[in-house]
C-alpha cells in the first residue's frame, strides 16, 4: 500500500509526529510531504494518505495549510482512504480542540475519500471540537495535544497505527 503523510508545522510538533509516524509505520515505506514545499496534487500517487494538521488559537488552520486550503477542492480523493492526525490545546483552547482536523476532514470527504482511524475522546478534557463523529464519542481522526498530554503521545499514537492498520486489513 503506497502511502504518504501530508503535514504542515510552525513549532515543529506536528513535524515531529509525521517523523514519529514514518518511523512505526513498518507495513511500507511512508512518504512525508510538508505542505510549506509541496502540493497535495501528488496525493494522487498513493493508496493510503494520512493527513497531520495542528489546529492554532481559536480554531484557526495552521498557516501552510492555509496556503493549499484552497488545492484541496480541486482534487479528486476517490478510491483513496485517508486518516488524520490533529494537534492541540485541550486546556487552552477548549471549546477549539483539533478543530482544524475536522475542518480538513470535512474537505477530504466531500472529494471522495473513505475515512480510518476514528480515535475514542476517553482521556481527552474538552468543551468542543469539529473533528468529532456523530456520535460525539470519537475524533475523526487521532487528536494529540503536545502542551498538557505529551507524556501520553507514543502510546496514544502506536495504539492508533495499530487500529488504522488493522481498519486497513494490513495485520
Do not use: C
Not at 463523529?133 to 475524533?139: R, S, V
Not at 487521532?142 to 488493522?166: H, I
Amino acid at each position: 500500500m503506497k502511502t504518504a503523510l501530508f503535514y504542515g508545522t510552525t513549532t515543529g510538533n506536528t513535524g515531529d509526529i509525521a517523523d514519529k509516524v514514518k518511523a512505526e509505520w513498518d507495513i511500507s515505506d511512508i512518504d512525508l510531504f510538508d505542505v510549506a514545499d509541496a502540493t497535495l496534487s501528488s496525493a494522487s500517487h498513493y493508496d493510503l494518505l494520512i493527513f497531520a494538521i495542528p489546529t492554532w488559537d481559536y480554531g484557526e488552520v495552521q498557516e501552510d495549510w492555509l496556503d493549499v486550503w484552497e488545492e484541496v477542492d480541486q482534487l479528486n480523493f476517490a478510491g483513496k482512504q485517508a486518516a488524520f492526525i490533529g494537534l492541540g490545546d485541550q486546556y487552552g483552547y477548549p471549546e477549539w480542540f483539533v478543530d482544524a482536523m475536522g475542518m480538513l476532514h470535512d474537505k477530504i470527504v466531500t472529494k471522495g475519500a473513505e475515512i480510518v482511524g476514528h480515535w475514542p475522546i476517553d482521556g481527552y478534557e474538552f468543551e468542543e471540537s469539529k473533528a468529532l463523529t456523530q456520535d460525539k464519542k470519537h475524533f475523526i481522526g487521532l487528536a494529540l495535544d503536545e502542551d498538557w498530554q505529551r507524556e501520553q503521545t507514543a502510546e496514544r499514537l502506536t495504539g492508533w497505527l495499530d487500529q488504522v492498520k488493522l481498519e486497513l486489513g494490513l495485520f
